[in-house]
């Protein structure tokens, strides 16, 4: 990523986490950057775009670290998992000014694509989290979906 649009991504989120991001204009984030308006939108067509590639950037940033255990040969199953988890809340908590903007106001229904998007990173997730799960433990997946009906 250019760090001119890491930079007004981080700039943003600070301005969203503060104000909101229905109350920050595309003004106030050039300003925050030092750019022109028009430098902006080289980078982004709109402030939904922005938004769109704030959550991409946190999102990317989150499975790349997760890859990196994933990858790790030198760690079990378990010893994986446990540091994935611990890398979820590392995320979460050394992002406070994504998670203070994402509780500012709801972030659905922005536009379409940002909507899909999170529905993505939402559905990713739980099957990520079901996969480890069963990896680890492999009759785990009988307990919810057991091979004939219970009755």
Request: net charge negative; hydrophobic share 40%.
């Amino acid at each position: 990523m250019k760090e001119k649009n890491k930079m007004i991504i981080d700039k943003s989120v600070e301005l969203f986490a503060e104000k909101g991001y229905h109350a920050t204009s595309v003004q106030e984030i050039v300003e925050k950057c030092g750019i022109a308006k028009g430098s902006f939108y080289n980078y982004f067509k709109s402030k939904e775009e922005l938004l769109v590639s704030i959550f991409k950037f946190y999102y990317e940033a989150l499975t790349d670290s997760l890859l990196d255990l994933e990858l790790d040969a030198s760690l079990s199953s378990k010893d994986k998992f446990m540091r994935q988890i611990t890398v979820h809340i590392e995320h979460m908590t050394g992002n406070t000014n994504l998670i203070q903007m994402m509780m500012q106001e709801q972030m659905v229904h922005i536009s379409k694509e940002l909507d899909g998007f999170l529905h993505y990173i939402h559905e990713e997730g739980l099957i990520w989290f079901k996969r480890k799960i069963i990896e680890l433990y492999p009759g785990f997946h009988l307990i919810f979906y057991p091979i004939a009906p219970l009755f």
